[in-house]
């Protein structure tokens, strides 16, 4: 696997349509791609007729092979405003190879006016477009849209979908241009993937294509086609196909049946728990959100100035696979809800400078992949000079969507939705399950709220609950320091990172960060930690310590905040459902001798109890996504991230990787009295 992409290369005809020139094929149709698209894709899978008959609350989810322009998603769009309730969901589920630049996407759908109010939210959240997969949330959540970037026959058999797709959209260039993509290991993933009563259209009526999806399921039948062409073909899911073994572990717990009221406590007010609230309550469920503080975002998420720091591997290696898509996610996220400005953030560009020759390889070998501009750049030092507005001595790493971000903000606006009740000053000391759901318990057993499910996003306090106690989590103090800006400081346009990051001035001040401290878990800033984080002004700019050049003799007068973060030993988040440890552990003994083992017995799910937490240095990137993760697991939607990386986020990989290894045994049978 890599994190390179390439993207369409494209011709133009005279009137303004888009041709490929690796494919050598039409886009859409000649005479009217738009109307090509309602008769193929949205009148033969019924859509019309089919929403106006969905309950409430309901789900739909379309799959498409082919995003090409995204024509066909706001097709799909505009006729689910027209026609489908006001608080029903469509997922829009679609894979593309070869993702159209900004400007190709912008200038085809230039070509259709009445799609404009649509296509304007597309081609503004279309931004970043990194390899991996791409998630959107439109029309305050009620539309979601996520790209799978990379070939089809990859990505499809990587998607968690959740209660299934209900319609296909089968396009992608004629079958004779674009003969490595009609293949019958699509044809099996289409099955795979489809819900009870899934249909299909496809704009081909291609025999082998026809009896290809025969073949895996699909009763199919030919139809009048679009303009000039004869035929097409559309069908329905008849036949489900023979599923495959999947680590039961790792699946995903039986959900409530939809139309259910929908209740959850989310406790912990920082990034994750604000995240989780908000992308639940775009679903329409009833948040509960708790903390022990008075405040929202009162730990770890309440820093003044927090940096969008994208920091990759150049292997392809899973965090950085998650964290090239959850960047982009919050990115878009802060765009469409957060004006921007002291209050709240500022996307002015984050430059990563390398404090070592390792980092240094390490930036050149990212710089080397090609990766798109608006994600990375590579600057030498001249120009880093110029984008920082102050002398910079090393070449680096531009990341010019990136910037800094007030986490209270931002924790502010995504709790307060109107489905969200707040429950500060309240500390959740126990946790019950009950028949409905979950209790929340005070020091007394006192209930203090009950839901459905709950989901801690507590940090490393979520080793406080019983059911929770076994993960691995761990707490690392870190203090930042605040420098009041002088007139030469207010000079940095941008943030500079190395081993410390410096944030350009918010009202006056600067921020700059920041410790890590492993003998100490309180908040009490302390001097030697100022005198640490002004070490760090070095590795950034020379000429930064000379802004302050008093600051070392008066590092305990110096303004601080300590907080603590929760790492896992991976480093990445625990994301997803609970299960009982001790039971995991006796269900799938036998790993630890045979790990090639494929039990069949589903995981002891603690029903109804997820948590997110350790989103260690980087909240801000992960912990938007990660509320969409939940939200997509509790709402049965497919899943913004693919298999591997639900599996490298999941909060059971710990116990399984210590099964297999032999270092945690199955707890000891009671033995039976005789
Ligand atoms: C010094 C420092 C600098 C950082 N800089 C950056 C940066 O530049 N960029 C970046 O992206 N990230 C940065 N981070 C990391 C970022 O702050 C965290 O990843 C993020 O805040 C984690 O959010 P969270 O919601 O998981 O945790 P928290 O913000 O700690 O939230 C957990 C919440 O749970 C509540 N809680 C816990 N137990 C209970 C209970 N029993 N009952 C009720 N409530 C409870 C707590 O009160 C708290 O509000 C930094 C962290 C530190 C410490
Ligand atoms: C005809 S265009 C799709 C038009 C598109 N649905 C629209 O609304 O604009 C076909 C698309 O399929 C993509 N494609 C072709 N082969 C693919 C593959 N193997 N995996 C993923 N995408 C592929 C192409 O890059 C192209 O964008």
């Known amino acids: 696997m890599t994190l390179s992409s390439q993207s369409a290369d494209l011709d133009w005809t005279d009137n303004g349509q888009p041709l490929s020139r690796l494919f050598d ?3 859409f149709s000649r005479e009217s791609g738009l109307e090509e698209t309602r008769h193929v894709f949205l009148q033969h899978n019924q859509l019309t007729e089919r929403w106006a008959k969905l309950p409430a609350d309901a789900h739909f989810t379309i799959g498409e092979t082919g995003f090409g322009t995204g024509l066909n998603f706001l097709c799909a769009w505009q ?142 039948r030919k139809t009048r086609g679009f303009g000039r062409k004869r035929d097409m073909l559309c069908g329905e899911l008849v036949e489900r196909p023979a599923t495959h073994w999947q680590a039961p572990w790792f699946s995903r717990p039986p959900q409530q049946a939809c139309g259910q009221a929908r209740s959850v406590i989310v406790i912990g007010a920082g990034l994750a728990g604000c995240s989780t609230a908000y992308a639940l309550s775009l679903r329409g469920w009833h948040v509960t ?27 392809a290696t899973s965090l950085s696979r998650f964290v090239l898509s959850a960047y982009s996610f919050s990115l878009r996220l802060l765009h469409q809800q957060l004006p921007q400005g002291d209050a709240s953030w500022q996307s002015c560009g984050v430059l990563q400078l390398p404090s070592n020759p390792k980092e240094q390889q390490r930036q050149s ?54 489905n969200i009740t707040l429950k500060l000053h309240t500390e959740a000391i126990g946790l019950q399950q009950t028949a409905p759901g979950w209790q929340v318990l005070d020091q007394a057993n006192n209930c203090l709220a009950a839901a459905t499910d709950a989901v801690l996003c507590t940090a490393a306090d979520t080793r406080q609950f019983t059911q929770t106690r076994h993960l691995p989590l761990k707490a690392i103090r870190g203090q930042i320091t605040h420098l009041p800006a002088t007139s030469q400081s207010l000079g940095l346009r941008t943030v500079l990172c190395a081993d410390g990051y410096i944030s350009p001035a918010r009202n006056g001040e600067h921020h700059l960060g920041a410790s890590f401290r492993f003998d100490r878990l309180d908040s009490q800033p302390s001097p030697e930690e100022n005198l640490s984080n002004l070490d760090l002004l070095d590795g950034l700019a020379t000429s930064l310590s000379s802004f302050w050049p008093q600051a070392r003799s008066h590092s305990s007068g110096l303004k601080a905040r300590a907080s603590l973060r929760c790492t896992s030993p991976d480093y990445l988040p625990l994301i997803g459902p609970v299960a009982d440890a001790e039971q995991l552990l006796s269900c799938y003994a036998e790993l630890g001798k045979d790990a090639s083992k494929q ?26 996504l990660s509320g969409e993760l939940i939200a997509a697991y509790l709402s049965g939607e497919p899943a913004p991230l693919p298999n591997d990386l639900l599996a490298a986020l999941h909060p059971n990989r710990f116990l399984l990787r210590d099964l297999v290894r032999g270092k945690r045994q199955p707890p000891a049978k009671p033995t039976q009295p005789s």
Not at 289 to 315: F, M, V, W
Not at 407 to 414: D, E, G, N, S, V
């Open 25 to 27: 094929d039409v886009y």
């Open 79 to 220: 006729l689910w405003q027209q026609t489908a309730p006001a608080t029903a969901h469509l997922h829009f589920v679609s894979c593309e190879k070869y993702p159209l630049t900004a400007a190709d996407l912008a200038r085809a759908l230039h070509l259709w006016p009445e799609l404009n109010p649509l296509s304007h939210q597309l081609i503004e959240q279309y931004q970043v477009i990194s390899p991996g997969w791409q998630h959107f949330s439109f029309a305050q959540g009620r539309v979601t849209l996520t790209l799978l970037i990379g070939d089809v026959l990859d990505t499809l058999p990587q998607l968690d979908v959740g209660h299934g797709i209900d319609a296909w959209f089968l396009d992608g260039f004629a079958p004779a241009k674009n003969p490595d993509m009609w293949q019958p290991a699509l044809y099996q993933q289409l099955a795979r993937l489809a819900a009870p009563g899934c249909s299909l259209a496809t704009f081909t009526s291609v025999g082998e294509v026809r009896r290809g999806l025969q073949a895996v399921g699909f009763a199919m």
């Open 365 to 418: 070998a990212l710089a080397s992949l090609g990766l798109p501009a608006d994600l990375l750049q590579a600057v030498d030092a001249d120009a880093a000079s110029s984008l920082a507005g102050i002398p910079i001595e090393h070449a680096g790493l531009w990341f010019p969507a990136a910037g800094w971000v007030n986490p209270p903000a931002l924790c502010q606006h995504l709790a307060m939705q109107p």
């Open 289 to 315: 959100l708790i903390d022990r503080h008075n405040t929202l975002a009162a730990e770890a998420s309440g820093n003044p100035q927090g940096i969008l720091y994208c920091k990759l591997s150049a292997h």
């Open 599 to 624: 039990p069949t017995t589903p995981a002891p799910w603690l029903k109804g109890l997820w948590v997110n937490c350790a989103h260690g240095s980087r909240g801000l990137i992960s912990a938007p």
